[in-house]
């Protein structure tokens, strides 16, 4: 480990939901922080508490030791750090980089040999647990991509998160979460059933819940998204629009794989209908309305 990791600057390109808090406990946690995103004004707060704005990735790799990234899509990640002006080009050697995106294995190896041609140190580490874990510090981590690089920044991991594992090499990472977006896509259907059915039976679904959510039945999903759904709570801890993005890329890499995944392919139809009717900036919870309807 470093001899002094809170003397390491941390670099932190996308202030979305997640990442905001994520980059709000680094700095409580006693790390300088610097900080990118396309919306300076998302930015704001965190630049009251301390923050040091930049105004570029390159910026943002020139001037930290350990740069994060949680941007939205696959096209985001290559252009934050592929570009001319992206991390790849512009950190200093010896540098770690963190991709916490939601994004491709492939793009994932490619950033990681790139970086290894630049003396830098690259992982994969896409995280669940939605707006909450974020906020709390208890997300789960899924990292790809060298041991000892893993090993050196594990303790900036732990402030941010509880369930941290080392999944392998570079791009196993993003195969975990695509596994953990694979088993939710087929479950919020599976919540969203239970509301309505409970429903229609003259229940009372919050306290079919109290029931439920302790038995086999239990899934995060259904302690957390399930009440937001009964109060009609649609703000975005993850938001459709993002979670289509997942599945898409999970479906792609199943098919490449040779498997067939229909419960999948159903949350993404399911998925797709509910954007085209003007949810893609819902929470994910927003399904139910397709059942209700």
Known sequence: MFVDIKAKVIGFIGIGVMGKSIAANLQKAGFTVHIYTRTKSKAKNLIEQGAIWKDSPAEIAQSADVIMTMV????????????DNGIINNAKPGSYIVDMTTSKPDLAKKIHKLAKARDLYALDAPVSGGD??????????????????YEKI???????????VYQGEAG????????????????MIGVCETIVYAKKAGLEPT?????????AAGSWSLSNLAPRMIKGDFAPGFYVKHFIKDMTIA?????????STPGLELSLSLYKELASKGDQDSGTQALIKLFER
């Open 72 to 83: 939205g899509y696959p096209q985001d990640v290559e252009h934050v750090y592929l570009g």
């Open 132 to 149: 909450i874990g974020a906020k709390n510090g208890t997300m789960a981590i899924m990292i790809g991509g060298d041991a000892f690089a």
């Open 154 to 164: 594990q303790p900036i991991f732990e402030v941010i998160g509880e369930n941290i």
């Open 172 to 187: 196993a990472g993003q195969h975990t979460k695509l596994a953990n977006q694979i088993t939710i896509a087929s479950n």
């Open 207 to 215: 306290k079919v819940l109290e029931s439920i959510t302790t038995g």
């Open 251 to 259: 479906l792609e890499s199943a098919k490449d794989m040779g498997l």
